[in-house]
């Protein structure tokens, strides 16, 4: 069992010991909650308690006779109020009824009945909310769900079973610590099942598992809706330029590991990526994603505050409580400024409440999820949120240099299948001068589609035709972008390696 399993069952037994009369449990796994229960009150008791339990289906059950009573929940709460017995009595579906008056009042009895008595009302759900009227009367714990070391003793056991079945093994280390991280968030039951659909059929346990794995987190963050995960098939070296952003990230590509921990260094907080539009800052999050081999999620504010799924100020609380259940793991925040801003700070409602729980989360976080934000409109970045202890570092992306537009012309002939020896790129890199990764990737593109057009092989001439034929966005937006790198030049490090 994992530490913070551990720590959460130790909880439990804290607040059994010391006579609170009524607990709730927030939790996703109520079978392994149940059985925890179910420990206790055997090894407290000794069988001569009773250990009864409610639910909306069953009523009111009877664990150690067997006897079931149809009831709804006041008629239960009464009974168990007037039982005489010592012993647990677990209500597994009232966190949906908490409102309810009549069922409150009688939980505040229950309280002062119950206290001194041995006698403990434990409630069990995925979510509470306590009523302010209950807030005194009620002990909130959390039960998390399994943990790094709680998962690789899953995997390890599924393994073995194959095993025996003459089913080999070749999952090597690395492997192995990616499908952990693939099986983060999950409940016991929940990874048991993706193991299940991964190991089937196959004559060999291997890498292939792993895609399969992580079709079981995009699951996960469809059924949160507002978290997209993000598949992620760019690497670093699909980045042209950015050097000194690329040192960076390479530098961290092991502090989210054990070892790390054990030399003292803590997994880095997050990342702002501020900067003009079409230089690669999206690409750049997926990048990381890849580098340090993390799932990467990203955050729709729009959809936060777009009410569908609950209040703006919920939605935000839930998708934090499901990142951090995940992690370790990669937040992306795109173009941060539309949802956490100055303007969104000072208007007072919603949008200055979640300003304050983005920046109390950052600040305080201790779960191992990195934060990569971007933003396009910086001079709408409040100065909270630039400031050291909320992100590690702050990177200006510029437009490319002469080298790095090289770079980018080079990575995109090449993933088309052309042959650099045919072109000349730092000819091309010229004739781009002041433009965009975008737009010179678009220029790749579109002289592909003329060139296939034709039945022929890409050429430079075909490159320099739709070149003549582009304005680029720093001749439209030429003021905007000399405001952009004004403003980023005394508040943000370069991504960009200087030229020699």
Sequence with gaps: MSVPRKQDIKSLKEALTGGYPVIAIETWEEDATFATLLGFFNSVFQGKGSFLTWDLQSGLHDVTTGETTCCNAIEALEKIQTHDRVGFFVFKDLNASLENPDIQRRIRNIHYS????????????????????????????????????????????????????????????????????????????????????????????????????????????????????????????????????????????????????????????GLLMMGISGCGKSLSVKAISSLWKLPLFRLDMNKVYSGNYGSPEGTFYRAIKSIEAVSP?????????????????????????????????????????????????????????????????????????????????????????????????????????????????HVVIAATIEAFHRDTTLTQDDLYTIIRGTVPLSRTMSEQIKFIKGWASERAISASRAEK
């Design 114 to 269: 119950f206290r001194g008595q041995n006698r403990f009302m434990l409630l069990t759900g995925s979510n509470f909310t306590i009523p302010v009227e209950l807030r005194k009367d009620i002990t909130l714990i959390d039960y998390k769900l399994p943990e790094p070391a709680e998962i690789a003793a899953i995997l390890d056991e599924q393994i073995q079973s194959t095993l025996r079945k003459d089913i080999p093994n070749n999952l090597t280390a690395e492997d192995l610590d990616q499908a952990i991280i693939s099986l983060k968030g999950f409940t016991a039951a929940e990874i048991k099942y993706a193991l299940n659909k991964a190991f089937w059929g196959r004559k060999a346990i291997d890498k292939e598992i792993l895609p399969i794995l992580q079709d079981e987190k995009e699951q996960l963050a469809r059924k949160d809706g507002v978290l997209e995960y993000v598949r992620s098939m760019e690497s670093l070296d699909d980045v042209g330029g950015l050097e000194n952003l690329k040192e960076w990230l390479i530098k961290r590509r092991r502090l989210f590991s054990p070892e790390a921990a054990e030399a003292g260094l803590n997994p880095p907080r």
């Design 329 to 441: 793991a990669i937040l992306w925040i795109d173009e941060i400024e539309g949802g956490i801003s100055s303007n969104t700070a000072k208007d007072g409602g919603t949008g200055s409440h979640i300003f304050s729980a983005f920046l109390t989360w950052m600040q305080e976080k201790s779960s191992d999820v990195f934060v990569a934000a971007t933003a396009n409109r910086i001079d709408l970045l409040p100065a909270e949120i630039i400031r050291k202890g909320r992100f590690d570092q702050v990177f200006f992306i510029d437009l490319p240099n002469d080298t790095e537009r090289e770079a980018i012309f080079r990575v995109h002939l090449k993933r088309r299948g052309n042959n650099l020896e045919d072109f000349d790129l730092p000819l091309l890199s010229v004739a781009t001068e002041f433009w965009n990764g975008a737009e010179i990737e």
